[in-house]
């Protein structure tokens, strides 16, 4: 069960071009998928639990099919990208996987230290893209900020895990010799290299209060 507020958007994202250093395919975007994910896990961020990803047909667009794959294996285990063209919607038999959301659930820490598990606390993409993969990874919580979403102080949360968060970055870019674009901001966020950006805060110290939009 969630106990975080969630920003409908992200509060900050990073986005990998991988078509220099892997090659193209639904083989190499899980492979790509398996080792983010390993970063991510060195952290705490992200134990896997499902395969979400929909399907387009080349020149005429999304099917608007969704599928879901749970996994029991590692995400480049040799069996997988055939479980996934496995699930091809029927009445489209030409269709193409479009991005692979891997989803799951993270750790993060109170302001007393104590550890919970959330839902979704990451949310990974990677696409099997034609020229090669891309990859996405968005967060969409306060506990990353220097203020909760209502404006509130919260030194203790933030210093708990907004190191992770940098940590495991500065990993997945260290696996992926690739260094991100930033995403765009949102009404929630903006990231930086590592981490998302502090905004500046009101004469009373506080932060802005986002909750009007949550």
Not at 102 to 119: I, M, N
Request: hydrophobic content about 40%; proline content about 10%; overall charge negative.
């Amino acid at each position: 069960m969630s106990q975080l507020k969630r920003a409908p958007k992200q509060c900050g994202s990073w986005f990998w071009d991988l078509e220099d250093v892997a090659p193209p395919g639904l083989e190499s975007a899980l492979a790509v998928a398996a080792k983010m994910t390993a970063a991510l896990q060195k952290f705490d961020l992200l134990s896997p639990v499902k395969l979400e990803y929909g399907w387009y047909v080349l020149d005429s667009g999304a099917t608007g099919v969704m599928s879901t794959l749970f996994v029991f294996t590692p995400l480049d285990d040799p069996g997988l990208p055939g479980k996934v063209l496995g699930s091809r919607p029927s009445a489209f038999p030409d269709a193409e996987v479009d991005d692979l959301h891997v989803v799951g659930s993270g750790t993060w820490l109170d302001a007393e230290g104590k550890a919970h598990r959330e839902p979704r606390l990451v949310e990974l993409a990677v696409s099997p893209d034609p020229l090669g993969p891309t990859a996405t990874l968005a967060v969409h919580h306060d506990i990353w900020n220097q203020f909760d979403f209502s404006g509130r102080p919260h030194p203790e949360v933030h210093d708990h895990n907004a190191p992770r968060l940098a940590a495991a970055l500065r990993e997945l870019n260290s696996t992926l010799g690739v260094t991100p674009e930033l995403g765009e901001p949102t009404y929630f966020g903006s990231a930086t290299e590592f981490g998302i950006a502090a905004p500046d805060p009101h004469d009373d110290g506080t932060g802005p209060d986002l909750t009007d939009k949550l």
